[in-house]
């Protein structure tokens, strides 16, 4: 076989590598706060560190897997990695919704310029943004611990890299009130 014909998952296009955005749409009775090519113009927009061999980090639209003690999830940022937007229910207010999420993104630009990227494979930190039913916006920012296995010539060799345990720390880093958006 041809070198040549052997597909890659990262594509190049000259010296800059393609984005794989997920671009999921919404559950029913759910919709997203910005349309999609919006959510692709705002990682610029809002001056987010550019991955180095990309044009931007990578946007993710998807819907989110439930509630948490804060809120509803409104965005979540993975520094110099991944910048997911989550969806709404219909019948929330899709103005206070799209004023959390820029909101959410402008706090979320300057802690992703504040973080050293670690090695990735033993610590992962995350931030999260919520939006609770009070107008309130919390950003919190959750580090992922993973203790490393000590490898041993007759252990299996795929398991040499796995984690041997997993702590997640989440703790609020800002609460903010939002006012009603003027028409």
């Given at each position: 076989?041809?070198l040549s014909?052997?597909?890659?998952?990262v594509?190049q296009?000259g010296?800059m590598?393609k984005n794989h955005?997920?671009?999921a749409?919404?559950?029913?009775g759910?919709?997203?706060?910005?349309?999609?090519a919006?959510?692709v113009?705002l990682p610029?927009?809002?001056?987010?560190p550019v991955?180095?061999?990309?044009?931007r980090?990578t946007v993710?639209?998807?819907?989110?897997?439930?509630r948490?003690?804060h809120g509803?999830k409104?965005a979540?940022?993975?520094p110099?990695?991944?910048?997911?937007?989550?969806?709404?229910l219909?019948?929330d207010?899709?103005?206070m919704a799209?004023l959390?999420l820029?909101?959410?993104l402008?706090?979320?630009?300057?802690l992703s310029?504040?973080?050293?990227?670690?090695?990735?494979?033993r610590?992962?930190i995350?931030y999260?943004?919520?939006?609770s039913?009070?107008?309130?916006?919390?950003i919190?920012?959750?580090v992922?611990?993973a203790t490393?296995?000590?490898?041993r010539?007759?252990?299996k060799?795929?398991?040499a890299?796995?984690?041997?345990?997993?702590e997640?720390?989440?703790?609020?880093?800002?609460s903010?009130?939002?006012s009603?958006?003027t028409?």
């Open positions: 076989m041809a014909a052997i597909s890659y998952s594509e296009e010296h590598y955005d997920k671009l749409k919404p559950a029913r759910k919709t997203f706060p910005v349309s999609i919006d959510a113009k610029g927009v809002f001056g987010f991955p180095s061999g990309y044009k980090i993710s639209l998807e819907n989110p897997d439930g948490s003690d509803k409104v979540a940022l993975y110099s990695e991944l910048l997911t937007i989550y969806s709404v219909d019948d207010d899709t103005g799209k959390a820029n909101e959410a402008r706090l979320f630009a300057g310029k504040e973080v050293t990227v670690l090695d990735r494979r610590i992962s995350s999260c943004a919520y939006w039913g009070k107008n309130k916006l919390v919190t920012k959750r992922r611990r490393s296995v000590k490898y010539g007759d252990a060799f795929s398991h890299f796995k984690p041997k345990g997993i997640t720390d989440e703790q609020v880093v800002s903010l009130e939002l009603a958006p028409t």
